[in-house]
């Protein structure tokens, strides 16, 4: 869930003098991490050059709920945003729901002459993993709009104009 930072739990035999004589005492140190992570980077991608911000709010009211944001601004045709939230379906649950809304924008006129947005939403039921196997079904769907540059040679007019992507994938 990403909520402790550190976790160690040690077991003794109790030494309380009115415990029962199999009893035990278990202690459990626990280090929760911040409420808050904010991460900045640059990199490159196909001849440009990125910035990108970052930031997860994580157990906002104590139920291992967790929201994350993504920006990354290309200095010359790119730009992505994404915006998600997650929480378990149920407190105490091993099944955690994740939604998420994103756009991306990518300008490839000057390689192959028409630009990209695309703008949609994600869906997602994942089972937090018991050290042995872990299951996700996801559900996304995007709006997906191509405009083509003037006197393009590259794509065919058919290819412009606006398309829906539907998925699912477990």
């Known amino acids: 869930l990403d909520i402790f930072k550190t976790a160690e739990c040690s077991v003794d035999i109790s030494s309380a003098p009115d415990a ?11 280090e929760e991490r911040g409420t808050h992570t904010i991460s900045t980077g640059t990199y490159m991608q196909g001849g440009e050059g990125n910035a990108e911000v970052s930031w ?9 709920e967790r929201v994350l944001g993504n920006a990354s601004l290309g200095h010359k045709t790119s730009n992505t945003f994404r915006l998600e939230g997650s929480a378990p379906v149920a407190f105490g649950s091993p099944v955690r729901l994740n939604i998420a ?24 039921l994942t089972s937090i993993s018991d050290g042995e196997s872990s299951h996700e ?6 709006w997906r709009t191509v405009t083509l ?14 398309s829906f992507k539907s998925s699912l994938r477990h």
């Open 56 to 64: 997860t709010l994580r157990n906002l009211f104590g139920n291992g």
């Open 101 to 124: 809304a994103f756009q991306s924008n990518a300008n490839l006129a000057k390689y192959s002459s028409f630009r990209e947005r695309q703008r949609g939403l994600n869906l997602a």
């Open 20 to 30: 029962p004589e199999h009893a035990l005492d278990v202690v459990l140190n626990l």
């Open 149 to 162: 540059e003037k006197g393009s040679f590259v794509c065919p007019p058919e290819e412009a104009g606006d």
């Open 137 to 142: 079904v996801w559900y996304e769907a995007a």
